[in-house]
């Protein structure tokens, strides 16, 4: 099956840092989402991004689907954006495969 | 309020014995899916459906079962859990799986 990595696992930031997440994956994909979940678990949909570039407030996303990555930016951080970032890809519509996620930790 | 519920969020159960995990969505989605998530994998799909009386293998479906006879409910069937089976899952619903709506979690724990 597809195989999916992110980095880094791990990243602490001070509040108003940017940053970028990297996701690369095995295969060629027609779905790729980036999802966030905060402290409380609770999983949000993000991006729905199989190629190009797309912009949502301080979040941006591009998919480069040739080169098979992704990368997520952040602008000005704020705690708020704590939690757990993943990238999902598949073939299609239906299957999804999770990467590992990117734990981010934003101080005040 | 457009959501996907899940029941119960807690749950706690000895080996063997039967139990169901309720999904229903209110959004009139036709895309319904069952994740686990473990520490250091990430999500893993479990069972999806593109419809009603529709229903696919993810990549992890040993010990799991699920029917779609409605649209909007979507349940997950452990028949004899085990102690592996421990894991917080998340349903979820969405047009594909394009853009999902997840529920709270329910937190499973098999003794």
């Known amino acids: 099956g597809i195989q999916v990595e992110q980095s880094p696992p791990d990243l602490i930031l001070q509040e108003g840092a940017n940053s970028t997440l990297r996701c690369n994956f095995s295969d060629s994909v027609n779905n790729l989402q980036w999802f966030h979940q905060n402290p409380w678990g609770q999983l949000i949909n993000l991006f729905y991004?199989?190629?190009g570039t797309k912009q949502n407030g301080r979040l941006s996303a591009t998919t480069v689907a040739t080169e098979r990555y992704s990368l997520l930016y952040i602008s000005s951080s704020q705690t708020t954006d704590s939690g757990v970032y993943f990238c999902?890809?598949?073939?299609?519509?239906?299957?999804?495969?999770f990467g590992e996620g990117t734990q981010l930790t934003v101080n005040p | 309020e457009a959501q996907v519920t899940q029941n119960p969020r807690y749950l706690i159960t000895v080996t063997g014995k039967k139990l169901t995990v309720t999904c229903s969505q209110n959004?009139?989605?036709?895309?319904m899916s069952w994740y686990r998530q473990d520490p250091g994998l990430g999500l893993r799909q479990i069972y999806y459906s593109m419809n009603v009386e529709v229903t696919d293998k993810g990549d992890v479906p040993e010990g799991y079962k699920v029917s779609r006879k409605e649209k909007r409910n979507f349940p997950l069937i452990l028949e004899s859990p085990s102690p592996n089976q421990t894991s917080l899952y998340f349903c979820?619903?969405?047009?594909?799986?394009?853009?999902?709506?997840f529920g709270p979690g329910t937190r499973l724990t098999v003794t």
């Open positions: 959004m009139n989605h036709e895309y």
């Open positions: 979820a619903s969405g047009v594909g799986s394009y853009e999902q709506y």
């Open positions: 999902a890809v598949g073939p299609s519509g239906s299957r999804l495969t």
């Open positions: 991004i199989p190629s």
